[in-house]
């Protein structure tokens, strides 16, 4: 995943471009850059490997050097970004936030067709920013190169480019990820997040539809490709990594959990003890359930932030599982002979949730019950890189139903998926035994859909029922 945010201002704007930024770091934990654009002194531009420090620290000797009325940053888990780029278009620097499928195919077509070239990066891969300005450096004109981009990619692709001229900010195709716009009396800017620009003065001014192209200045925005008329805007936004005070579409996050959470209770017999939500993104799924219910909230653990802020860090599966156990610290007064119903925003693997419920056990708990915000994850997703299992194997749905299916190439999906069928509750059940939860129930897809409040027909729902 990755999150970004860019600044047109009649003054400096490296300070709003800093914070702006920084209120990103939920969204990745590997690289950060920022780029800025001045009349006197053209670009400049930072990287920094965030892995081992938050980005304020890495950037706090940057953000007093760097100066202009323009400038663009992104946090994110995969290529070192935004980078400079000069071609007949200009220069510029260039962000992008999304997923190709297609690069060796692209990559063999450009190869084809004529003498260019890749800087690989230090895993062998080669930076898909880099790719995605090599595609838009094909067309005359910047906007025709994006929309070629957008074109000729199999995934997602939200391109940002600082200019002289102004910042480009282009949404996906079917605004898979959000692209919001805030405005002040000196400026415009826009951002993944819309909290991101709250405490520094701007106020919400519009989200950009699918595939919409515009370009920002310090004097407004115009649109230079209007958006499309269908949108998969991805739910899991809402659900796990949009942060509780943004909003997308105009759905806040924070109410959404909250209505999973009592759509969770309505359809739920269990009589446990207290509710509680895994820090942070179950808290407010928990407070919904508990309210519905009548069924007392409590935090039974707390997440310990001052120096293991971040639940993405560090990337290696091993080490993530461990910290995530190290993190949690438990309040034995509230755990000790209680029966305890857990909501947690999904089960990917299992292995955090599994050691966590192990934790509570250990620490005097005598039921857990276990309640997912969203449906099992029956598929990898194709359009967001918001997972990085190699594999659909990693998922601990495939893994079941490969054991109770035995014959797993001829196996019909779309019956796991389906929660009235048997082998949907079979899968259930084995998780749960497995997983060592008291019990285990699911929220139902219907039911998260009707929580977010948009037309179905919106949203994408690919990694639950694997239509696309």
């Given at each position: 995943m990755g999150g970004f945010f860019g600044v047109t201002s009649k003054q400096d704007c490296v300070f709003d471009l800093y914070f702006g930024t920084d209120y990103h770091s939920h969204l990745g934990t590997r690289r950060a850059g920022m780029a800025v654009y001045s009349k006197d002194d053209g670009f400049d531009r930072a990287i920094h490997n965030i892995e081992n420090a938050p980005f304020r620290t890495k950037f706090d000797k940057d953000v007093n050097k760097m100066h202009g009325y323009m400038g663009i940053g992104c946090i994110s888990?995969?290529?070192?970004q935004p980078l400079i780029v000069r071609s007949h278009h200009g220069t510029y620097a260039i962000m992008t936030v999304g997923k190709i499928n297609n690069t060796d195919e692209i990559i063999k077509r450009m190869f084809d067709s004529g003498h260019t070239h890749f800087l690989e990066m230090s895993?062998?891969?080669?930076?898909a920013t880099e790719l995605v300005a090599a595609i838009i450096n094909q067309k005359e004109h910047l906007v025709e190169g994006i929309q070629h981009a957008q074109d000729v990619i199999d995934g997602s692709m939200t391109i940002v480019l600082l200019t002289p001229k102004g910042i480009y900010a282009?949404?996906?195709?079917?605004?898979?990820?959000?692209?919001?716009?805030?405005?002040?009396?000196?400026?415009?800017?826009?951002?993944?997040?819309?909290?991101?620009y709250l405490n520094l003065g701007y106020v919400a001014d519009r989200e950009l539809g699918p595939g919409e192209i515009v370009i920002l200045t310090p004097e407004g925005t115009q649109t230079l490709a209007k958006p499309g008329e269908d949108m998969k805007i991805c739910t899991f936004l809402w659900v796990y990594y949009g942060y509780p005070s943004s909003s997308y579409e105009g759905i806040s996050v924070e109410e959404m959990r909250y209505e999973c959470g009592k759509k969770l209770a309505q359809r739920d017999d269990a009589t446990p003890d207290r509710v509680a939500g895994v820090p942070d993104s179950g808290i407010a799924h928990a407070i919904g359930y508990a309210n519905e219910s009548g069924i007392p909230f409590s935090r039974p653990f707390i997440k310990y932030?001052?120096?293991?802020?971040?639940?993405?860090?560090?990337?290696?599966q091993s080490k993530r599982n461990l910290i995530a156990k190290m993190k949690l610290?438990?309040?034995?007064?509230?755990?000790?002979?209680?029966?305890?119903?857990?909501?947690?925003?999904?089960?990917?693997?299992?292995?955090?949730?599994?050691?966590?419920?192990?934790?509570?056990?250990?620490?005097?708990?005598?039921?857990?019950?276990?309640?997912?915000?969203?449906?099992?994850?029956?598929?990898?997703?194709?359009?967001?890189?918001?997972?990085?299992?190699t594999s659909e194997m990693d998922l601990i749905t495939r893994r079941i139903i490969e054991q109770i299916s035995g014959d797993y190439k001829n196996v019909h999906l779309e019956k796991f998926s389906n929660p009235d069928s048997?082998?949907?509750?079979?899968?259930i059940d084995e998780i749960c035994k497995q997983l060592n939860f008291t019990s285990l129930r699911y929220h139902r897809l219907d039911d998260m859909i009707e929580s977010v409040g948009l037309d179905p027909k919106k949203l994408c729902t690919y990694c639950w029922d694997g239509k696309e």
């Open positions: 888990d995969y290529e070192p895993g062998g891969d080669i930076n282009a949404r996906d195709k079917m605004g898979r990820t959000p692209v919001a716009v805030g405005k002040k009396d000196d400026g415009y800017c826009i951002s993944f997040e819309s909290f991101a932030t001052p120096t293991w802020p971040r639940s993405f860090m560090p990337t290696i610290i438990p309040v034995h007064e509230l755990i000790q002979d209680k029966s305890l119903l857990l909501i947690d925003d999904s089960i990917v693997r299992g292995t955090q949730l599994r050691e966590t419920t192990e934790f509570l056990y250990q620490s005097g708990a005598k039921e857990v019950h276990v309640r997912p915000a969203c449906p099992p994850i029956l598929y990898g997703c194709k359009y967001l890189n918001f997972s990085r299992s048997p082998e949907y509750q079979g899968m």
